[in-house]
């Protein structure tokens, strides 16, 4: 059944609402692949904006980009974000290489902020990382001692997702991870990558129009033109994969588990298991929904929302 015209500027409406809890506007392409629940041609779509009565009564235009009404300001954080963002990406692109060539490292892939490929003031990059079964907090270890290389240069890495090959399904189903696994960049590892979106159908009844990977940034494309060395990890493979290995892989993930509990205690959306260690200990995910859930409610309850000043984004804390 065709969605109605109502439908339709609604699911334009919740899509502006939910980036904008980042302080993010959306271009016209960018609403139709996060298009919220609705299956939408790009026509279907431009022609609803173009005949609609949503500007400027729920929404606003500046350029390109489309807001919530008085959040124009939004499109001037969205440009310097950008500006980071193309200073960061090369060096995505550089320190994937010595994550890549790790014997048990399956996946590398950049996970942008929610909103996109905008950063914080913190510039940090963070990554998406898949290993070998039962070698993941092994794999972790030798990738912290690359954010320390990288931090004596300067550089902030934040692989702050660790996840076994065998735990590609995803359990965490919401808006919030719908969009993290829409978004993710691969940097190395294309066909596991293929393989985490196949074995998470889910995402498609939230963002039914990004069912492919995301169309890549010119600057992010030039981070990867230098392909990855070949690497002989094939004695490191091996090593790992006897039980003296996975025995050291245990003896680690108790230890880092202990010391997260320690330091993190009551952290609902940290994971940590032979299978995934998941290093988010912010609540960032449940206050970014319990927002945009307030924030559509308001504006369906037809409150009058005043100008909302902008806000800087909550990074992940770095595992």
């Known amino acids: 059944m065709d969605a109605s015209r109502a ?3 609604q699911a334009i ?5 939910y980036v904008d809890t980042f302080d993010y506007p959306l271009t016209i392409a960018e609403i139709h692949r996060y298009l919220i629940k609705l299956p939408l041609s ?3 779509l431009q022609e609803s904006l173009n005949i609609s009565a949503l500007i400027p009564h729920r929404l606003q235009r500046v350029g390109k980009y489309y807001m919530l009404p008085g959040r124009e ?5 969205r440009e310097e974000r950008q500006a980071k963002a193309e200073r960061l990406w090369p060096r995505a692109g550089h320190y994937r290489r010595p994550i890549a060539r790790m014997p048990v490292v399956r996946l590398v892939a950049g996970t942008p902020p929610p909103a996109g490929h905008n950063v914080g003031p913190q510039e940090d990059i963070d990554y998406f990382v898949v290993t070998a079964d039962d070698r993941l907090w092994v794999c972790r270890a030798f990738v912290i ?3 320390r290389w990288a931090a004596r240069r300067a550089v902030t890495l934040c ?3 660790f996840l076994a090959e065998r735990a590609l399904r995803i359990q965490t189903r919401n808006l919030y991870t719908a969009h ?7 940097l190395f590892g294309l066909p596991v990558y293929h393989t985490l979106r196949r074995l998470n159908p889910w995402t498609h009844r939230f963002l039914p129009n990004a069912c492919e990977a995301p169309v890549i940034p010119g600057y992010v494309k030039d981070a990867l033109e230098e392909p990855l060395p070949a690497a002989n990890n094939h004695f490191l493979e091996h090593l790992f994969n006897t039980p003296i290995g996975r025995r050291i892989d245990r003896l680690e993930m108790s230890r880092k588990i202990r010391r997260f509990q ?4 009551g952290s609902q959306e940290a994971e940590f298991s032979p299978n995934y260690c998941k290093g988010h200990f912010n609540h960032h995910q449940q206050r970014t929904i319990q927002a945009y859930e307030q924030l559509v409610g308001d504006m369906n309850g037809e409150r009058e929302r005043s100008e909302m000043p902008v806000k800087e984004p909550v990074k992940q804390v770095p595992v």
């Not at 409406?13 to 609402?17: A, F, K």
């Not at 300001?73 to 954080?77: E, Q």
């Not at 320690?262 to 205690?265: A, F, L, N, V």
Request: proline residues 9%; charged residues 15%; hydrophobic residues 45%.
């Open 7 to 9: 439908e339709i500027e």
């Open 13 to 17: 409406v919740n899509t502006v609402s």
């Open 42 to 44: 790009s026509g279907k």
């Open 73 to 77: 300001a939004i499109v001037a954080i």
């Open 145 to 147: 001692l690359i954010v």
């Open 159 to 161: 692989p702050n997702y």
């Open 180 to 186: 993290e696994i829409t978004q993710m960049i691969p």
């Open 262 to 265: 320690r330091i993190y205690p």
